[in-house]
Each structure stands twice: as C-alpha cells, then as structure tokens.
C-alpha cells in the first residue's frame, strides 16, 4: 500500500477555502479524518510538521498526495467537492499538441495541460515531485503504462510535437546531467536509461517531446531535458504532460494533477491533442477531460449492503460529500464519479463509499441471533490427517506461494507444449515471477530442495496445499484443488522408498490404490506411475528426469509423488 509523506502546515492551507485564514488541526482531528481516506497515520515529527501518511486503497491514485487528501476532506465539510472551471472552458485557440505517426505501436497515447498563477513552494514542489513519483511506479506500473513530465512552461513554445526519431538523431542535457547527450547515449549512461530503457526495447525509432523551437522538452519515459524540464521553488507557470499506452490512465492522471494545481491556486488551462490516428476519444483529444463513470443502482441494494433503511435523500447527501454527481429518481439512483476518479467497478463500490462518508460509527452493530459452532471442512480433515502422516514418516512441511513464474512451473520441469504444462496465467502481471497459478506442486518443493544442497541428507520434503488448474467447463476457466506432494532426496533414493511411502498413506486414509505406467516429461521413462483409486488417476509418482534436476541445480537423485487429496476426501 501506498505510504506518503506530507506537511501538516501544508494540509492546513490546502483545507481552508478562497479567502479563508488557514485553520490548526490536531493530530486527534487528523487520525479521525483519515478514515475518509482509508489513511492510517504512521509517524509524525513535530518539529518540521512532518506526516507520514499510510493509504489503505490501491485503487484511489488522486488520494496519494496531501491536495487529494485535503481534497476529500474538504467535500466532507462543504457537503460536495467543488467546481472545476477547467473542465467546461472552451478556448477558441488552444495550445496544441501534434502526435507524430508511428507512435501507435510504440507508446501511442499523451495528455497535457498548462497550469498558472501558483507560486511553486518548497512544499508544493515536493508534493509535485512525490506524486509524480508514487503515480509513475505504482499506477503506471513503473513508467510502462503511465509516465509524467513537469516543465517551466516560459521556456516552451506551442504547438509541441511528440515525435518519433532514431536514438542519434535527438539530444539534450538530461535532468542530473552537465553533458548534452543523444537518446542512444541516455539508454546506455544514465540511471533513469537504465532503469527503464527495458520499456523502450526493441524499438529502432524512440518518443521525444519538443516544441515549436525545436527545442528538446523530454524523452518519454526516461528522462526530461534539464533547460525546460528542471522545475523549481518561484516558478509561477507549469506544464504537466503524461504520456502512456492506456488512454484512460494517461487522462485520468493528467485530471488529478490539474485537480492538485488547481486546488494550489493555478489556472488550469486545457491543451488539443491532435492525432493521426483513432482513438476511443477521438483524433482531437481536449484534456484535462472528464471520462463520467457512472452507475445506476436501486436504493435498496445500498440499504440492503449496509444493513440499514437510509432513504435517498441521506444516501444521496452521503455520496455528495464523498465527491460524486448524484441523481434520485423514484427508488434507483445514478452516481457519477468525480473527474479525478475511476475506480467505480461494482455496485458495493458505491455501498461502501457511502458508509466511509456516513461514519461507520453511524451504524448499530446487531448481534447474531442464533447459535452456530463452526468445524473444519472434509477437505482441511484429510489434509491434517495426511500432514500427520507425512510427519510421522520423516518428511517435513513446506509452505510456499500458490504464485510462481511459468519458466519454474513449466520450462524447468520439461513440460513445454504439454498438456502438464497447462497454467492458470495472471493478466497485466507486474512481475513475471508470480504470473502464473501452480498446476501442480512438485516445483514448489524442487524450490526449496536447490537452496537446500549445504543440509545434510537426505531430505524428505512436502506440502499440501491448493494448485490452480485450467478447467473450460468452471465459470472462471479453472478448478482449485487441493494436493498433496512429497519429495525424496538423497545419493541413494530409488522408486521403492516413495513406493512405500504412498502404501503406508493409502492405508491409514483406508484407501486402497494401484500403479499403471505412463509417460511423463517430467520423470524418468519407465519409472513413472499414474496412481489409481477405485478407477480414477488420483496422482503420479515416480523418479525425477536428470534434465530436470539440471535445470533445478539439483545435484542428487530424487523420487517424488502427488496425490489429488480433493478427490480422496470427496468419498
């Protein structure tokens, strides 16, 4: 979760209103109405007013900076969040910002605007820097879908193209530098190259923002130019620009930081995006824009959630003072997120807005009206029995993650184009070492056995735990079981000692089984068995492939068996 550090001299001028002298709050005032923002204060230093500040939202970027917070607060005492001039001015002459072609397959989508009349402070400016920072790692998924430039907007001339040229054909004094240096020289020299140039790989002609002059502004996503790009305490006139490869978050991040500027005291002034191509908003893109999100729901399914007859009136004002466009009619209403939002997914969004801007202490809690005693479930039965078991035969318990990385659950196990190699993927993933559901739980104990080579041997291994497997016939395209997977390790290990090992389980669960032989990419040919109980395969067992070790580091033999517990405590 999002962690922040504020001022609290600057929260307090952010929550007066126009003309309004900057009122002290407490800590206590503040603890309590951080619960509007699912915030959490974690520490504090008294003498520079210092505040840090933990959010317990992931979805809600515009909260991840103190003007968003004070934001919040402020619509909570006014009972509704205030006009944004910005958002209906229509200017006959736009500043202009032209899309070169091309840029479509390599990060197609900016945003922009001009911001004047606020005086840059020393805090204002750390506020800019951290929310650029916190929404360019997180929201932005490290810069890859999301990336922002400040700028002092005197140095630059409209119209400003965003451009595409080959890595030696642009250069500039990169923000941190004294050299001039080309797009090529950056990707290899400087931190920010190196640190995300992998976005960029494999792209012959790069993205470079200049202006009417010529003159170069950044180089998304890496670097700005120092000359226009270096922002500092006094400045009077500011440029944001996002650039990214989701139009939505490039808006909705442009939208919270002309939100942030306004509410500082600057005038927000849209910028034209022209493209040569389509977008979902068009080819003549005005932004800040507001993407209205809305949702209709009948009041009874706000009631309902909450436990609690309000009425539309009370659940109305409530949503106001969290910052929504509201509309009643009869027994539905219709909510329209503010502009700096978008995380309305799901009717319980709204419920549980409602009941933070109401105060969960405006809700009587009710007791349980009967008695019930709870107990395990058939499956954590079986699965404590037969971790029992395992213990009592010498193996000890693992617990790992149900997330690994494809090249461990599938390439490192031979499974390759196999029917085995099957997996449960994770979308929009933000690292490859958990983007995939195991499908089985031999690689988690292989993990444990190659950090495990310095501990005398032999090693007896295992896990019982849930695997994730793809299912077409399941709603969600996949069945959660729960297995059971046991590891031997040692010089000597051979078939017979997990054959033994799987016939004491089998008869203390009173099952009884069979072995026929298969072919499995993962162990040896010939000494792999399927497991059959009362006519269904349950499991596999057998000796491990070399290849396999190999690929693991594994330098002993090893023998290991999987058993479907699912299906066993099913009878």
């Known amino acids: 979760m999002p962690t922040i550090t504020i001022f609290k001299q600057d929260l307090e001028t952010l929550l007066a ?19 509007l ?67 479509e ?31 360019s790692e997180m929201f932005g998924r490290k810069r890859r879908t999301v990336s922002i430039g400040l700028y002092r907007l005197a140095a630059i001339e409209f119209p400003l193209t965003y451009d595409l040229v080959k890595p030696d054909e642009a250069s500039f004094t990169p923000l941190g530098m004294n050299t001039v240096m080309t797009l090529g020289e950056m990707l290899l020299v400087h931190p920010k190259g190196l640190e995300f140039g992998g976005i960029l790989a494999g792209q012959d002609r790069l993205p470079f923002l200049r202006d009417a002059k010529r003159q170069a502004l950044s180089f998304p996503p890496i670097i700005n130019s120092r000359e226009s790009g270096e922002v500092r305490v006094g400045d009077d006139a500011l440029f944001v620009e996002v650039t990214g490869t989701d139009l939505s978050m490039v808006v909705l991040t442009l939208n919270i930081f002309a939100a942030n500027l ?8 849209p910028v034209e995006i022209r493209y040569p191509y389509k977008t979902v908003l068009g080819t003549g893109v005005i932004t800040p824009q507001d993407l209205e999100k809305s ?14 007859a309000l ?54 809690p009710v007791m349980p009206s009967q008695f019930t005693v709870g107990g395990l479930s058939r499956i954590e039965e079986v699965s404590d029995r037969v971790r029992t078991l395992m213990v009592g035969m010498g193996f000890q318990e693992i617990i790992s993650n149900i997330l690994g990385s494809p090249q461990d659950l599938r390439d490192a196990m031979r499974l390759e184009g196999t029917e085995w190699g099957q997996l449960v993927e994770v979308d929009n993933v933000m690292s490859q070492n958990f983007s995939a559901l195991r499908q089985w739980m031999l690689p988690s104990l292989l993990r444990v056995e190659a950090a495990s080579n310095r501990a005398f041997y032999p090693h007896r291994l295992f896990e019982a735990g849930e695997v994730a497997r793809p299912d077409p016939t399941q709603s969600v395209g996949s069945r959660t079981v729960t297995v059971l997977g046991g590891m031997i390790a040692h010089a000597d290990t051979h078939f017979s000692e997990a054959h033994s090992c799987l016939d004491t389980l089998f008869y203390y669960v009173n099952q009884t089984y069979s ?31 070399p290849e396999v070790l190999e690929r693991w580091q594994i330098s002993v033999p090893a023998v290991a068996f999987e058993i479907d517990l699912t299906e066993l405590a099913g009878r």
């Open 515 to 545: 072995l026929e032989p298969i072919q499995h990419p993962s162990f040896l040919a010939g000494r792999v068995g399927s497991i059959i109980s009362e006519g269904k395969q349950v499991g596999v067992i057998g000796e491990l492939h």
């Open 311 to 364: 009425g539309a009136q009370k659940v109305a004002n409530a949503l106001r003072a969290y910052g929504y466009g509201v509309a009643t009619k009869g027994k539905h209403i219709t909510v329209t997120l503010p502009f700096y939002r978008q995380d309305l997914m799901h009717a319980m969004d709204v419920v549980e807005d409602v009941a933070i801007s109401r105060g969960y202490g405006d809700f009587l």
């Open 295 to 308: 949702q209709k729901l009948p009041i009874s399914t706000i009631e309902q959630a909450l436990g609690q």
């Open 262 to 269: 306004a509410d500082r005291g600057a005038v927000i002034e």
């Open 105 to 135: 397959k390599v990060r197609p989508y900016v945003a922009a605007c001009a911001a004047t009349g606020y005086l840059v402070t020393q805090e204002g400016l750390a506020q800019l820097v951290q929310t650029q920072e916190k929404l």
């Open 37 to 103: 923002v699912k915030g959490e204060l974690k520490g504090q230093n008294p003498d520079t007013g210092e505040l840090r500040i933990e959010l317990q939202d992931s979805n809600r970027p515009d909260l991840w900076c103190c003007e968003g917070i004070a934001r919040q607060f402020r619509a909570k005492r006014q009972g509704a969040l205030s006009k944004y001039d910005f958002l209906t001015t229509k200017l006959k002459s736009p500043k202009r910002l032209n899309v070169a072609p091309g840029l």
């Open 17 to 35: 209103g126009p003309g309004e002298a900057p009122q002290p709050i407490t800590i206590e005032q503040l603890e309590e109405s951080l619960m």
